[in-house]
């Protein structure tokens, strides 16, 4: 009687933790709109943004969330934004370059997991960015902003 009970926890604990798995999974597939755990536009997986474009309209802010492990940044590509968009980067650089001055030399505008970044964008058009240490790896992505 007692090898059915164990066995009888232990599979209750197993489908537990299926459950609790597979709704973390679920969880992190990609941000939304709204209230909460999932008040986040834009996920950072290992090596990706997810989703790596995202649609919004002028005047609309983006919030980016670390949803691994993985240390990364956001860091706007100052040749591929508007020219007269305002730069942006996770740490508060003024330009590119110091955003990855400072990354390679200790690791400046980190974000760890579950940690937030966002940005307003005020003119229209077509904005790259990248996560600088992931970026050999891809980690690339944009956001398109419409009147």
């Known amino acids: 009687m007692q ?3 164990f066995l009888a926890r232990v599979g209750g604990a197993a489908a537990a933790a299926s459950t609790v798995s597979i ?14 755990e999932d008040a986040y536009d834009v ?3 290992a090596t990706t943004f997810r989703p ?6 002028v005047g609309e802010s983006v919030t ?4 691994s492990a993985r240390t990364h940044t956001v860091t706007a590509y100052e040749d591929a934004i508007p020219e007269e968009a305002e730069f942006f980067a996770t740490g508060g650089y003024g330009n590119e370059e110091t ?3 400072e ?12 940690e937030e970044f966002s940005h307003t964008f005020e003119i229209a058009g077509r904005y790259d960015y990248v ?17």
Do not use: F
């Open 23 to 36: 709704a973390g999974c679920l969880g992190s597939l990609g941000g939304g709109r709204g209230d909460g």
């Open 103 to 114: 990354w390679w030399s200790d690791r400046g505008g980190a974000l760890e997991n579950a």
């Open 64 to 67: 980016w969330r670390n949803t």
């Open 3 to 5: 090898r059915r009970r």
């Open 52 to 57: 790596q474009e995202i649609t919004i309209s």
């Open 131 to 147: 996560c600088i240490p992931h970026e050999q790896a891809g980690m690339i992505g944009a956001v398109v902003v419409e009147e």
């Open 99 to 101: 955003a990855r001055e």
């Open 43 to 45: 996920g950072m997986t």
